[in-house]
């Protein structure tokens, strides 16, 4: 068993090199339009964005940055296959423009845009992103009326392309059933509000890459592509940064394919995945050791399950987790230049 994971470092607003209706899932986190790290980036595809901030027009700004994302989400509909899906991490942005606070709702932006192209809208997940920071209140302190609520929140934009996938074949139905996650799990994961995953540092070295690569915790990553895919899916990030889309897709066992404007990650993105097989196994290890540890706590609870899973021999509360199946990863390496391959045991 194997995997295949291929990296493009070219401008994601052009797909042209997928072909269409190839696609299983798209997990994938763009630029923040109106976050200040970003404008750079974004004036670079539009020189009418930078015209607009410096004269502190931030509407205008916000629409043509995003006019600039709506390119990636026409290839995004093209290339996942009817019945794919795609899950889209954007935080709403706070700024003051001329003088004047407000806000720039971003998710609501994209959820149209994808509307108009024919996508389903299905329930969001709220990502409450956990902070601590003592300076983290803006405005006016205690005082009324100009203080103003602190965004610690993102949004898991969650669209699929036409009606719902459907398993037709043995083979499908089986890796359907091996792709299964534990009820535990399941009642975690399909809840519309995450509170228990941290948003990510970044350990960039070099200063320039981390200013140029937005981060999400490899869990979010993980939960997304097993809860929306089964195994050997394509799974496509066509704002990849630092890969956290492609090791989740190497630990689940999916293909993936991964976009990446900024060539300078390239070195830094291929030695993350090629030195990461320990980690990954480590992970998947930690997964069934929580699901033990749930069952011990279910039985003191509620007594003995009635299912047994079929490759691991343990307790499992419902019928539809006996086939759950998780794979070992045996060897990753790199067969071309941008294209890597993961063996499985």
């Known amino acids: 068993m194997e995997t295949e994971h291929i990296l493009l470092f070219q401008d994601s607003r052009d797909l042209s090199n997928i072909s269409s209706n190839s696609v299983d899932l798209i997990v994938t986190s763009p630029p923040y339009p109106m976050v200040v790290m970003w404008d750079n980036l974004f004036s670079t595809l539009n020189n009418n964005i930078s015209s607009a901030l410096h004269r ?47 806000l720039f709702t971003s998710h609501t932006r994209i959820t149209s ?12 997940i709220i990502w409450r992103k956990q902070t601590n920071a003592p300076n983290k209140f803006m405005g006016s302190g205690m005082l009324p009326t100009g203080a103003y609520v602190t965004l610690e929140h993102e949004y898991i934009l969650i669209f699929r392309k036409n009606s719902k996938r459907i398993f037709k074949t043995v083979k499908d139905k089986r890796k359907r059933d ?10 975690k994961w399909f809840s519309d509000v995450w509170l228990d995953l941290k948003g990510v540092k ?28 089964i195994k050997d899916d394509t799974v496509l990030d066509p704002f990849l940064g630092t890969a956290t889309t492609t090791l989740a897709a190497i630990a689940s066992q999916r293909n993936s394919i991964g976009v990446e404007l900024d060539s300078t990650l390239q070195n830094h993105i291929i030695n993350k995945i090629l030195n990461s097989k ?5 992970y998947i290890e930690e997964r069934l050791q929580r699901h033990m540890s749930f069952i011990q706590q279910y039985i003191e609870s ?39 391959i993961v063996e499985y045991s």
Not at 72 to 93: F, N, Q, T
Not at 178 to 187: G, L, M, P, Q, V
Not at 278 to 282: D, Q
Request: hydrophobic share 35%.
């Open 56 to 102: 502190g027009d931030g509407d205008l700004a916000f629409e043509l940055m995003h006019k600039e994302l709506d390119k990636v989400w026409v290839e995004s509909y093209r290339v996942l296959k009817p019945g794919g899906m795609a899950c889209i991490i954007i935080g709403d942005s706070t700024r003051t423009v001329n003088g004047d606070f407000q």
């Open 302 to 340: 509620h007594g003995e399950p009635k299912y047994i899973n079929q490759n691991y021999g343990f307790p499992v509360v419902t019928r539809q987790e006996e086939k759950i199946k998780f794979p070992t990863i045996k060897r990753i390496f790199q067969k071309e230049p941008c294209k890597i």
């Open 278 to 282: 320990n980690s990954l196994n480590t």
């Open 178 to 187: 091996e792709s299964a996650y534990f009820w535990e799990e399941r009642n």
């Open 113 to 124: 845009k994808c509307l108009t192209l024919g996508f389903k809208a299905l329930p969001v």
């Open 202 to 229: 970044q350990n960039l070295k070099n200063s320039k890459l981390r200013d140029r690569s937005a981060a999400y915790p490899f869990e979010l990553a993980y939960r997304l592509i097993n809860m929306f895919s």
